[in-house]
C-alpha cells in the first residue's frame, strides 16, 4: 500500500510539473504583454588604412608619427592631413577623432608654475578641419577625453581620402602658458557601411 501511495504522488508531482511549464509556454506564447523580437546583427569586415602626415606650410607634407605641441608661441599653425584608402568593394563612412590627451612641461628644468596651475596648451590651441572651424580643443572635448574632427566621411569602394585639419596657438595666449608641451597620443579612425 505504502509502495502505491509513493508511486500515486510521484506521478501526480511529475504531471503537476509538466502543467506547470505548459501553462508557462503557453502563456508566453499568447501574452500580448512579453515579445521577443528576433534581432538579426549583419557583422562586415571593414579594412581601411590609414596614414598621419605633417606640414608647416600647409601645402609640403611629409610622414609623421604624432600629434604634439611644445615650444610654439602664439599664432605658430601645424597642418595635418590623414589618408584614409578604403580597401572594400563597398562605400564606408568614416569618423576621425583625437584622443589621450597628455599635458606636461617642455622643459623639466624649466619654470613648471603654468603646468602646476592646471594650465592646459587645449585652452588655447585652435582646431579647423572641413567640419570644424576656429574652436579651442577645450570646447571641443567629449566627455573630457576626445576631440572629433571629421564626422561621417563618405569613402567609396576602393577609394583614398584625405582628411586635413590644422591646429594654430591662440594670438591671445599669454605668458601663463609657457613651458607647456601637449601630446595627442591617439588618432582613432572608424569606419562603418
Known amino acids: 500500500m505504502m509502495k502505491k501511495n509513493f508511486t500515486l504522488s510521484l506521478v501526480v508531482m511529475i504531471g ?17 504583454n512579453v515579445r521577443a523580437d528576433i534581432l538579426t546583427i549583419d557583422v562586415q569586415d571593414i579594412d581601411v ?25 602664439p599664432g605658430d599653425i601645424k597642418y595635418y592631413k590623414v589618408v584614409i584608402t ?30 602646476l596651475a592646471g594650465r592646459s596648451l587645449l585652452d588655447v590651441i ?4 572641413d567640419q570644424v572651424t576656429d574652436q579651442t580643443m577645450t570646447s571641443l572635448l567629449i566627455a573630457s577625453s ?8 563618405e569613402i567609396a569602394a576602393s577609394a583614398t581620402q584625405e582628411l586635413f585639419f590644422d591646429f594654430t596657438i591662440s594670438e591671445t595666449a599669454g ?6 608641451q601637449l601630446d595627442i597620443g591617439q588618432i582613432l579612425v572608424q569606419s562603418g557601411k
Open 146 to 153: 576626445f576631440v572629433i574632427t571629421h564626422e561621417s566621411v
Open 175 to 180: 605668458n601663463d602658458y609657457q613651458n607647456l
Open 16 to 32: 503537476s510539473v509538466l502543467l506547470f511549464v505548459v501553462a508557462s509556454f503557453a502563456w508566453f506564447a499568447i501574452s500580448d
Open 49 to 73: 588604412d590609414a596614414a598621419l602626415y605633417v606640414s608647416d606650410d600647409g601645402i609640403t607634407y611629409t610622414a609623421a608619427t604624432s600629434i604634439d605641441f611644445q615650444n610654439a608661441v
Open 86 to 115: 578604403n580597401n572594400n568593394d563597398f562605400t564606408v563612412y568614416t569618423q576621425l577623432s583625437l584622443h589621450n590627451f597628455t599635458d606636461s612641461v617642455s622643459d623639466p628644468s624649466g619654470d613648471d608654475t603654468n603646468y
Open 126 to 129: 585652435i582646431l579647423n578641419s
